[in-house]
């Protein structure tokens, strides 16, 4: 059975950073891309970033481009997430997703998805 | 990037009833659209991909059609544990992947 699990939320003041984490486990974990996704409150799901089964290819979206970054350990079969420069539009659950095919980030959806962590940006 | 709107934003519906969502794409996105349910303070799950195809250990009474730039979830007899948010998202044009706003399916 998959199994996801996030970690590092906590509240952070603008313009901080933190670091998510996100362990993996019962399936291989090098053979799927992983993405994360984030619910701010009392709004819809958003499309964060993702990455590619060996951890080469890696895409984020707009709003996050050049303050995120995504990361993953195979050997740790844990994904990663560092964001610095928060601001309080960051403010959201943080959900870490498996895609259902494969290693390549493309044409595909999210078939497991952790319980996710809190990040609160305020002063 | 395209746009996914869902309607209605809340629909109220008797247990045991049919409740019908939909999803409509700014652009085509062919038959690349997912489907997920969302129960309050949980995970999301994914219930229908490629626009009809129930994920492993999806009940039959949820179905999914459409393609191009509409799409419908239908539960075909409501249970109590049905009641949550529903969001679709498209893959067709990444990145990014996109969501519509979702819509709360609440009891009547």
């Known amino acids: 059975e998959v199994h996801l699990l996030e970690s590092g939320g906590d509240l952070v003041q603008p313009g901080g950073s933190l670091r998510l984490s996100c362990e993996a486990s019962?399936?291989?974990?090098?053979?799927?891309?992983m993405n994360w996704v984030r619910r701010a409150p009392g709004k819809g799901l958003e499309w964060v970033s993702g990455i590619d089964g060996r951890g080469f290819t890696t895409h984020y979206a707009d709003s996050v481009k050049g303050r995120f970054t995504i990361s993953r350990d195979n050997s740790r079969t844990t994904l990663y997430l560092q964001m610095n420069s928060l601001r309080a539009e960051d403010t959201a659950i943080y959900y870490c997703?498996?895609?259902?095919?494969?290693?390549?980030?493309?044409?595909?959806?999210?078939?497991?998805w952790g319980p996710g962590t809190l990040v609160t940006v305020s002063s | 990037e395209i746009v996914m709107t869902q309607s209605p934003a809340t629909l109220s519906v008797s247990p045991g009833e049919r409740a019908s969502l939909s999803c409509r794409a700014s652009?085509?996105?062919?038959?690349?659209l997912a489907w997920y349910q969302q129960e309050p303070g949980q995970a999301p799950r994914l219930l229908i991909y490629?626009?009809?195809t129930r994920a492993t250990g999806i009940p039959a009474r949820f179905s999914g059609s459409g393609s191009g730039t509409e799409f419908t979830l239908t539960i075909s007899s409501l249970q109590s544990e049905d009641f949550a948010v529903y969001y679709c998202?498209?893959?067709?044009?990444?990145?990014?992947?996109?969501f519509g706003q979702g819509t709360k399916l609440e009891i009547k």
């Open positions: 019962g399936f291989t974990f090098n053979s799927y891309a």
């Open positions: 997703a498996k895609v259902r095919v494969g290693p390549s980030v493309g044409r595909d959806m999210f078939d497991s």
């Open positions: 490629d626009a009809s």
């Open positions: 652009q085509s996105v062919n038959n690349n």
């Open positions: 998202q498209q893959y067709n044009n990444w990145p990014p992947y996109t």
